[in-house]
């Protein structure tokens, strides 16, 4: 399929803009027992009946353990700048502290080294979800000592590969791991506590900032941020006076999904409007948690799915979703999903416009803070066709409108730095296991061959250059 740059004058990205994909270590290593690595969290969580769809397990995955020369040559051959991926914890600490793996460490330069080659840059995530398990024993994110331990781990890295990675982000969205890992328990740790997720929020906060310290002691002049999942609230009035409700409920749920990290990261302090159950209690809160935790990022990594809609209506209505209700938005204001828009496989709203009033929002909170969306994209049903090509038109569509998004936002005067696309590769998509599929490389599992899809041909030409293509006149989606 061919794409042809809008004509006129297209939307186009910065002058150094910078392209890459996006990929996590559990999610696409394998290798679980080679080389020395430790278990994690999602190695007991997958393997305990019942918890991940199909039992499927992060054992083999895409087996990039071994076949990160080729995943290399992908990136290359899609002409990205850069690559996002994660460092496996238990990899480098085996136990979680303790005697350092070698062999670990040098996985991740060969990592570099194979990236540099080819003239790309590294972006290492250093904790995406991957707790080791033996640091889970003693209490996991909500224990303050894992905070400690985190710093620890960030200087031991940052000190064997700082001289290879162009950009470190501490932690990749803290709010998923205190929702889903430790308040409702569908991912690993597995656990429902209200308590222990609200220690958790506390101590992945101060885990950012002591890490953030020990990276830049380590490796002076590194650029260091961390990467959070951000849902705009968007609320839509009726004709009854409910402006006042929906502005409280409004006010609420922003709180819980995107001021409870983004205010003590900015601001240095919890947002007043966030539920009391969802906030650390005074006493975890130490002299000097909240300078450490507000110490300036160089950037922000900002991962963007979907919004939430909210509107006047009746709570017994309020369809399921993968969160729960959030609090505060009962009371007569309920999630909806407005008539026109589209939906992922994933049953997530599709709406770019989401995308830019939030980049356009954290521009107005943090005036001049490059911002990186450092992930954005689809679950699809992919599958080759009988030529063998996967033609994921939804995703080409799904990206196209988020690009043009970004494209905007940076037109308008947002400090847009990079794209990540989620993902390189076809993975372990945690609790679903292998049933979604993200990338825009389709990975087939049984013999782990990789087959680019359509979408990797558009992202090719996006880069390429560096503006928006027009879809082709005769677009069937």
């Given amino acids: 399929m061919t794409y042809v740059t809008s004509p006129g004058e297209p939307l186009a990205f910065p002058q150094g803009f910078a392209w890459g994909a996006a990929t996590a270590a559990y999610q696409i290593e394998g290798a679980a027992d080679a080389d020395g690595r430790g278990p994690s969290v999602w190695d007991t969580f997958s393997r305990t009946p019942g918890k991940v769809r199909g039992g499927d397990t992060g054992d083999v995955a895409c087996d990039s353990y071994r076949r990160y020369p080729e995943d290399a040559d992908l990136l290359a051959s899609l002409g990205l700048s850069s690559y996002r991926f994660s460092i ?126 020990a990276l830049r002691a380590a490796v002076p002049g590194a650029q260091v941020g961390i990467t959070l999942n951000l849902t705009p609230v968007i609320v839509t009035p009726d004709a009854n006076g409910s402006a006042a409700l929906l502005e409280r409920a409004r006010l609420v749920a922003d709180a819980k999904h995107n001021g409870v990290f983004l205010e003590p990261l900015l601001f240095g302090r919890y947002p007043e409007h966030a539920p009391a159950a969802i906030l650390p209690p005074a006493a975890l809160i130490r002299d000097g948690d909240l300078a450490a935790i507000s110490a300036p990022v160089d950037f922000l990594g900002v991962n963007y799915y979907r919004p939430q809609h909210l509107r006047p209506g009746d709570p017994a209505n309020l369809r399921l979703r993968e969160y729960p209700p959030v609090p505060g938005t009962e009371g007569g204001v309920v999630e909806y999903y407005p008539a026109g828009l589209e939906t992922t ?77 989620w993902s390189l590769l076809d993975n372990f998509e945690w609790a679903y296991g292998y049933q979604k599929r993200f990338g825009i490389v389709y990975v087939d599992f049984p013999t782990g061959r990789r087959i680019p899809k359509e979408s990797a041909a558009f992202v090719a030409e996006v880069v390429r250059a560096n503006a928006i293509p027009a879809l082709p006149a005769n677009w069937p989606v």
């Fill in 345 to 421: 496989n994933m049953d997530w709203l599709i709406d770019p416009d989401g995308l830019y009033e939030l980049l356009v929002r954290l521009s107005k909170d943090a005036p001049g803070l490059p911002l990186y969306i450092t992930e954005n994209g689809c679950a699809a049903e992919d599958y080759p066709n009988p030529d063998g090509k996967v033609n994921d038109l939804e995703r080409i569509k799904f990206l196209h409108q988020h690009l043009e998004a970004c494209a905007r936002a940076a037109r308008d005067g947002v400090n847009l730095a990079g794209y990540y696309v």
């Fill in 88 to 213: 496996s914890w238990p990899r480098i600490f085996p136990t979680g502290a303790g005697p350092v793996n070698q062999a670990g460490l040098d996985h991740y330069k060969a990592l570099l080294d194979t990236l540099a080659e080819r003239g790309i840059s590294g972006a290492a995530t250093l904790f995406h979800w991957d707790l080791p398990q033996a640091l889970q024993d003693q209490g996991g994110w909500a224990s303050r000592d894992i905070a400690l331990r985190f710093a620890d781990y960030a200087a031991v890295v940052g000190e064997a590969l700082g001289d290879r990675v162009e950009r470190w982000i501490t932690l990749n969205e803290p709010l998923v791991v205190t929702d889903l890992g430790y308040r409702t328990g569908i991912h690993a740790p597995g656990i429902a506590d209200e308590a222990a997720a609200a220690a958790a929020t506390h101590h992945l906060l101060l885990g950012h900032g002591l890490a953030t310290a």
